[in-house]
């Protein structure tokens, strides 16, 4: 699959291909379904002031990066139980202290 966009657009599997300031861009997007992982290969040909070839590649997990943009975090459920049975135990113990009694 080969897009052609303008940059600043979100780029799509496959490959990406657009017009930079001075030159073009050429990038790669791969994501394996099997460990969440995305990667992106970006080859860039500046021609303007000091013609260079640039090179780089990026690789991260959406899952992680997605809550990190929304504030969260990945919790193991041996955590998750552990806070669960100590949330148990305290609602026993203020339970006679409660307005409200649960039934």
């Known amino acids: 699959m080969i897009h052609f966009n303008k940059g600043g657009y979100y780029r799509k599997l496959g490959l990406n291909l657009y017009m930079a300031p001075g030159g073009f861009v050429a990038v790669w997007s791969w ?3 099997a460990t969440h992982e995305a990667s992106n290969h970006r080859f ?3 021609l ?3 013609p260079r070839i640039l090179w780089s590649v990026e690789r991260y997990n959406v899952i992680t990066s997605h809550l990190w ?3 969260c975090e990945l919790v193991q459920r041996e955590v ?3 806070l669960k049975a100590v949330e148990g135990d305290v609602k026993r113990i203020n339970e ?3 307005y409200i009694k649960p039934q």
């Open 80 to 82: 998750l139980a552990d």
């Open 96 to 98: 006679p202290l409660a």
């Open 69 to 71: 943009d929304i504030n």
């Open 48 to 50: 303007h002031i000091k």
């Open 31 to 33: 994501y394996d379904f």
């Open 44 to 46: 860039r040909l500046r």
